[in-house]
């Protein structure tokens, strides 16, 4: 499933529509980072694919944490929070997160120039499988743009752009990663850059929680053992 702020489940999730107003400050210490050089993001999914991440934490990023806290939103302890980049020509490989016990927020915070993007646009799956061999993204891509690729169902896939013809990022989306994503961006020489926050479902109770918490702890020893 795949909420904009606009429009979101009853009860759990009302922190979504606020994430928006933290857009800026959050952007901005992002900014200062990259200025002062003092972020070294590294791959994502797997090395050379054009995807990195930075994990954020108190001590380096102090505002855009607070800020999460202050909205109420269920992550600590639930996923890693990641400042996101995807490099000019990057296509991250279509993928599940296969566990539905965390819903993932995107926020989208910015891009050096101006990209003239597609409209949110469902298309026919059948016209999407025949492609997919020859390129994942041809229905889908055309240069100067950038977004992901979501299968909500067995019955369509759909392209949401993460920035409009104005260069206005969107609303931030709440995603059930479940469901078969991807990622890319074709813009010829801008990076894009991206919140990525895993949050607890608003479905899961505090004992679930911390039995998920406990059950990560103890598969992380047994792989470092």
């Excluded at 607070?66 to 400042?83: H, I």
């Excluded at 104005?166 to 990663?177: C, I, Q």
Aim: proline share 6%.
């Amino acid at each position: 499933m795949w909420w904009r702020a606009s429009h979101l489940p009853d009860q759990g999730v009302a922190w979504v529509a606020e994430l928006e107003a933290a857009r800026a400050e959050i952007a901005g210490e992002l900014k200062a980072l990259l200025d002062e050089d003092r972020i070294t993001f590294r791959h994502g999914h797997r090395p050379g694919n054009g995807f990195d991440v930075w994990h954020l934490n108190d001590s380096m990023a102090p505002r855009s944490m607070a800020r999460l806290d202050a909205l109420d939103a269920p992550y600590r302890g639930a996923r890693s929070v990641l400042f996101c980049r995807i490099e000019p020509g990057a296509r991250l490989e279509t993928h599940s997160d296969y566990y539905n016990y965390v819903l993932t927020a995107h926020l989208p915070l910015f891009t050096a120039e101006r990209r003239a993007l597609l409209q949110h646009a469902t298309y026919d799956l059948d016209e999407f499988d025949r492609t997919l061999a020859a390129d994942p993204y041809p229905i889908f891509e055309k240069r100067g743009t950038a977004g992901m690729v979501f299968r909500p169902s067995a019955d369509e896939a759909t392209h949401e752009p993460w920035f409009d013809e104005h260069n206005k990022p969107p609303a931030a989306s709440l995603v059930d990663t479940t469901f078969t994503h991807s990622a890319f961006n074709d813009n010829a020489d801008e990076d894009i850059y991206f919140l990525h926050l895993g949050v607890w479902h608003p479905g899961m109770t505090a004992a679930e929680r911390d039995a998920v918490r406990l059950l990560d702890e103890t598969f992380r020893k047994l792989r470092a053992a």
